[in-house]
Every structure is written in structure tokens, then in C-alpha cells.
């Protein structure tokens, strides 16, 4: 994934022809600064590994759900994968085409459900039984038919961290392979229903490509026995997942991925192959600017409190997750060990544990890399705290594609 965007120049980190500094001076922190090439190199890489094949690139909003983003894509030729109807009013606004867009997730509610069948979206990932029944009824009381995909749990290790692992039997996510078999049956002559698909996501930040081969065993034997039972599908959904390079993890081209899926086209031809990818196409293309407040030094540990805290960026909060830290300004210092702390009220407020980062004085500028995907699209209010501004950079331009929060913005909607 193409993080060579950020590069220091004389000194300064810029981004494309951008200097970081400036935008922090200029628009204030904590900032997140989005590069447009970054984005369209790698949303692009995807494209072109599966080129003169039927292929959809449905990039997963949730990843990093900003109106400018979505336009991106969707000038890209790329579809979108939603998991609410908020998601799903974005990537209209977007104008995405409805026939680029999957419905994924295990809680979709009959108003989401509705709006989506009025927009016309490819395809619905479902994942239970309920959620069928629920969605054919929705279906037929608009008088449509709802395109289906099974979401299938094909019981794989993805080894990534717990919490974003989706394809292992214990989790929540997608149906045994066996109730998937048996509700495509039913499906079948269900009138509210079109089966199109079926669709898996084994989990997120993936560093190697065996398990997504795996889970696409699984399914090819699943398709095979559908096929003897006359029901042929159109779509196969890989879900998203491969990993990015937070801190040295070796993560495979998207080349050598798409290779996963040769088995498939081979014994499928005229399948349309959709890929989820969120992380991986925005995740290395946004650094998190924050500024340092103090440089706090106690007997047993020295922090780095920056103005930006685990509500503005609370993966390594959530998930013990590494971010590369370094200063906008080369600077020629001795290292020292810190820990880079935001101001919430929590001792889980933390950007960087026991880093090495050179002596950085109050005032200035530091950038969190890997910051683009769960970055802005997990930030909360939490402490009171308005939400940062977003900026997506292009060469030598920028432009403000979300506004940052106002204490007005954080009493909205409220009254006593
Ligand atoms: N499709 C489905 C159905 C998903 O659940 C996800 C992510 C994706 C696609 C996109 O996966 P990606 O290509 O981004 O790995 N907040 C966590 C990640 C949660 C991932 C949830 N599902 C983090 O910051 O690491």
C-alpha cells in the first residue's frame, strides 16, 4: 500500500507537495490530513489486479465514511459496502451507483432494509435466519423482490486481533455452511427474495493471503452443491481485510491476492468477484496531526500530552494497535522513551507506549501515520471534546471536506 505520499523535504513532512506544518499552522489541530493520491493508488492496485474480469471493488465505508471520500471511489468506478442506513445515505449522497452498493452487517432493521430496497442495491449480505424472514416480508410489503447474498461463516482463523476477527465459528457474523445450504433452499421459492450471492468476511488487518484462500474453498464447494440443486449464483463476495504496514508487517500485493481468486473464475466463469477493502485502501493515506501541550516528566515516566486523545484516535486505546509517530519538523534530537498521551480523563488515553521519539518541545506538530481507516469514522465527543477537522490533500492544493466541531456543534439536539 503506497504510504511513499509522506515524505520529509528540507525538513518538513509534506504530504504530496503539502507541507504538514503548514496545514497545522494553518487549520489548527488535531487535524487528519487525507492524500487523494495515496487513495486512488490504492483503491487502483485493486482494479488492476483484476482487470478483464468481472470484478466489483465495493470499498467498506465504515472504514473512513467522509462524503469526499466516497466521491472518490465513486469517481474511481468504485461501489460501496454499508453496514447502516446512515452508510447507506452517504454513499447516495455520493451518488454511488445502488447497483455498486452490499448491504453487510447482522443487525439491519426494517427501516434500513426499506431504504435500501428502494434505492436498489445490488445485493443484501444476511446473516441469519430471522434476518431472512424480516427482509422478505419488508421486501413484499413494497411489492419487490430483495436481492440476496448468504453471509457464509466458513470457520477460518484469520489470526488477526480478537476483536476483528469475524470468520471463526464462535463469533457473531454469517451462518454454519449447512444453514447456509438449507435457507438458499428456502430462499429459493420465497417470494420476497432473488438469491444473487453469497458473501463472507473472515476479519480485518489480514497479513497473509491462506486464510482468504481458504474461506473461498469453503465457499466454491458451497456453490458447487448449489449449482447440483439449480441455484446459480451471480455474485461471490470475499468480504474486505487485507492488512496494512503499521509497523513492519509483511502484507502481500494485491497482485499475489487477486492470484487467490484464479480457482474460482476457472471453475465459475461469469462470476462477479466483489471485494470489501476499507483499511486498505485508506488506512496509510491519512497521518492524525496533533500538537504537543506539555512534555510532563514524573519519577517513573515521561509523557508526551499532545491536543489530540483516544477520542480522536482510539485504536491504540482499543485494540493495543502500534501507530508510527514522528515529528513534521525533521528534527536532529536525542531520542528519548515516552508516552504519547492525549488530555481525555482515562489512563487507556494513549497514542504511543514506551516509544522512542526525538525530544519534542511544547507547540509542536507530530504526525500519527496509519491513521485513515477507524481513524475519523471511530473518533467520539467523548470528554466534551469537538471532533477534528478532516482535509484531503491533492498535489499542491487541500481542501476542508469536514469542518471541525464547534461547542455548539456538541449541544445540538440537546435542551433542559
Ligand atoms: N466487510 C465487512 C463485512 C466488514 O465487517 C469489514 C470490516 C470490511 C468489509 C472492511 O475490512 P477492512 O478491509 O477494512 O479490513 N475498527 C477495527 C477494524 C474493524 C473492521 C470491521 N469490519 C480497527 O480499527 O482495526
Redo the contacts with the bound molecule.
Sequence with gaps: MDASVFNYRNGDLMVEDIRLRSLAESLGTPLYVYSTQAIQTNFRAYQQAFVGRPYLI?Y?V??ASNLAILRLIQREGGGC?I?SGGELARALKAEVDPQKIVF??VGKTALEMAAALKAGILSF?VESAPELRLLSATAQSLGRKAPISL?VNPDVDPQT?P??A?GLRESK?GLPVGEAYQLYLQAKNDPGLEIVGV?C?I????TSVGPFQAAAERLLVLMSQLKAAGINLKLLDL?????IDYHGEKIPPVAEYAQAFRAIYAAFPGLTII???????V?AAAVLLVTVLYDKITPYKRFIITDGGMNDL??PS??G?YHVIKPVKDLDRPLTQVNVVGPICESGDFLAQDRALPLVEAGETLAVFGAG???F??SSNYNSRPRPAEVLVSGSTCRVIRARETSEDLIRGESF
Excluded at 239 to 243: D, E, I, P, R, T
Excluded at 275 to 281: A, D, I, K, N, Q
Design positions: 465495493a467498506s465504515k472504514a459496502d453496514v453487510s452487517g449480505n453471509r486481533h476483536y476483528v469475524t457474523f458473501d468476511h476479519g480485518s488487518q489480514l468480504g474486505g481485510g487485507l492488512g471485494l470489501e477493502p476499507g483499511r486498505s485502501v488506512g482510539i485504536r482499543l485494540y494497535s481507516a477507524y481513524g469514522s471511530m
